[in-house]
């Protein structure tokens, strides 16, 4: 499993113990609702475990593809999400993404976080994929030396801003 440490974070794998800080992430509209085809924040504590449990299948043996807890160094708080996937329904395209509480935002977690994956993989290309309207993940985009690539419909069943990192 993954653990890379940054100079302000920790990336470690979801733990069933993170139940309440990622109820309180994804039960956020202001989180959830640039989340997937169809935008949901969850509705109820119970989600989270399914959520969690969702979290750390996504990951791969050799820890270079998965989805991982963003927890503050100082405090031991998770700030939130940092992913590394396969694009589903995709050619092999790898996504980076990032799902932040709002008490983090603003920090520069998501950008630091994203490198730190991004470098651990070293993957020879990446995409980043943002709903049209989200300009500050769009910012974090630009911030990890992504090119914009103009928007599709290709992924997800919605029309997204992708962002694509060449090595």
Same mark, same amino acid.
Not at 8 to 13: A, H, S, T, Y
Not at 24 to 32: F, L
């Given at each position: 499993?993954?653990?890379? %440490? %940054?100079?302000?974070?920790?990336?470690?794998? /979801?733990?069933?113990?993170?139940?309440?800080?990622? @109820?309180?992430? @994804?039960?956020? /509209?202001?989180?959830?609702? /640039?989340?997937?085809?169809?935008?949901?924040?969850?509705?109820?504590? #119970?989600?989270?475990?399914?959520? $969690?449990?969702?979290?750390?299948?996504?990951?791969?043996?050799?820890?270079?593809?998965?989805? !991982?807890?963003?927890?503050?160094?100082? %405090?031991?708080?998770?700030?939130?999400?940092?992913?590394?996937?396969? $694009?589903?329904?995709?050619?092999?395209?790898?996504? &980076?993404? !990032?799902?932040?509480?709002?008490?983090? !935002?603003?920090?520069?977690?998501?950008?630091?976080? #994203?490198?730190? &994956?991004?470098?651990?993989? #070293?993957?020879?290309?990446?995409?980043?994929?943002?709903? =049209?309207?989200?300009? =500050?993940?769009?910012?974090?985009?630009?911030?990890?030396?992504?090119?914009?690539?103009?928007?599709?419909?290709? !992924? @997800?069943? %919605?029309?997204?801003?992708?962002?694509?990192?060449?090595?």
């Amino acid at each position: 499993m993954l653990l890379l %440490t %940054t100079d302000r974070l920790v990336l470690r794998p /979801w733990e069933p113990a993170d139940r309440d800080r990622a @109820y309180d992430i @994804y039960s956020r /509209w202001e989180v959830a609702r /640039w989340l997937g085809s169809t935008p949901r924040a969850l509705a109820d504590p #119970a989600e989270a475990d399914d959520l $969690i449990a969702r979290f750390r299948g996504r990951s791969s043996p050799d820890g270079r593809r998965g989805v !991982w807890a963003a927890e503050l160094r100082d %405090t031991g708080v998770i700030a939130g999400t940092v992913i590394l996937i396969p $694009i589903p329904d995709g050619d092999g395209e790898v996504e &980076v993404g !990032w799902h932040f509480h709002p008490d983090s !935002w603003g920090r520069g977690y998501a950008t630091e976080a #994203a490198r730190a &994956v991004l470098d651990h993989a #070293a993957l020879p290309e990446v995409h980043a994929l943002t709903r =049209p309207d989200n300009t =500050p993940s769009q910012a974090v985009c630009r911030r990890l030396g992504m090119t914009p690539l103009g928007r599709t419909d290709r !992924w @997800y069943g %919605t029309e997204l801003e992708v962002f694509r990192l060449t090595r």
